[in-house]
């Protein structure tokens, strides 16, 4: 329940930044508002070329700071998800447990489930981004994203204990469990480089 605290905080951050000008003059078709928006992106570039490290760090160093900071949160939760994927699968019934098979066959079955997910969920979340990314805009993308991540991570965490352990209920987990994916990948992971930073 934890891991959806740092998508819930991220998506203010991601709030707070502008679309970028390229989006904003050809899909949004607001010339004037990327014309704004130009001579802020062009400030921070003369900043960064002109200014000392302490101008930088006093103008940007609070955004700095928040950006990188919830993009660590979500990260620790993120891929703590990869690194708990076998004893995820082992509890829904996926994979049998450990000591049930050699170190071949258990290594074996849990990158055959990994690689389920991803070419169901992780794949697809990227084609999607590819797709819509002109349509919605790294904002839009990015806010959707870290929404739907912290709501598939409130259900899988709020009723694991008395809902999903359960074998008829196996299936709902996993197919939730691969949305939290699909949007990671619909959403911040495809955005990140270019949309996160101040300016």
């Given at each position: 329940?934890?891991?959806a ?5 991220t ?52 955004h ?46 849990i990158a055959?489930?990994?690689t ?11 084609w ?28 899988l ?43």
């Amino acid at each position: 329940m934890v891991g959806a605290l740092p998508a819930a905080l991220t998506y203010y951050w991601r709030l707070k930044m502008p679309e970028t000008a390229r989006y904003t003059a050809l899909v949004a078709m607001d010339a004037k508002q990327a014309a704004a928006d130009m001579p802020k992106v062009m400030q921070v570039v003369e900043i960064i070329e002109k200014a000392s490290e302490h101008e930088f760090a006093r103008r940007h160093g609070l955004h700095l700071l928040g950006a990188t900071s919830t993009w660590f949160l979500l990260d620790i939760a993120f891929y703590s998800q990869y690194l708990f994927q076998k004893d995820i699968f082992t509890a829904v019934g996926w994979i049998p447990p450990a000591k049930t098979m050699n170190i071949v066959q258990e290594v074996y079955k849990i990158a055959r489930a990994q690689t389920l997910i991803a070419l169901c969920s992780t794949v697809p979340g990227y084609w999607f981004t590819m797709a819509f990314i002109d349509r919605i805009g790294r904002f839009g993308i990015q806010l959707m994203g870290f929404f739907f991540m912290t709501v598939f991570m409130f259900a899988l965490a709020i009723s694991y204990q008395y809902h999903w352990i359960h074998p008829g209920n196996r299936i709902g987990f996993v197919i939730i469990y691969a949305l939290k994916f699909f949007f990671a990948n619909f959403g911040p992971n495809a955005t990140r480089p270019r949309s996160s930073l101040p300016g």
